[in-house]
């Protein structure tokens, strides 16, 4: 059964830091793709970031580019998102998400509709 399971959220100022945590089981990062979504109220699901052990380069949306960093403890079937620089916009809940890859499933772009899950943490930026 995969489990995801995101910790780190929270309240901060603007221009300040928080840093994410995705505890995944249920699968490994060498066949699943794995990364973060957020969804804020009235707006539609964005992509933020992802890691691939496959492709190498992590994915970032060009709303965090620069800001966010992704990193992965394979070892430890961990994920995190360091969140730099938060702005106001940044607010929302952020999902960890994971997906199979194969030849049409598991794209990094795609992170936003990954077939499984967390719960969320909420990350809330004042101005």
């Known amino acids: 059964e995969v489990q995801l399971v995101e910790s780190g959220g929270g309240l901060v100022q603007a221009g300040g830091s928080l840093r994410l945590s995705c505890v995944a089981s249920g699968f490994t990062f060498d066949d699943h793709n794995i990364g973060w979504f957020r969804q804020a109220p009235g707006k539609e699901r964005e992509g933020v970031s992802c890691?691939?052990?496959?492709?190498?380069?992590?994915y970032y949306s060009d709303s965090v580019k620069g800001r966010f960093t992704i990193t992965a403890d394979i070892a430890r079937n961990t994920v995190y998102l360091q969140m730099d620089d938060l702005k106001p916009e940044d607010t929302a809940l952020y999902y960890c998400s994971a997906e199979e890859i194969t030849i049409d499933t598991g794209w990094c772009t795609d992170v936003a509709r990954f077939e499984f899950r967390g719960q969320g943490t909420q990350v809330t930026v004042s101005s």
């Open positions: 890691f691939s052990v496959q492709d190498g380069d992590p």
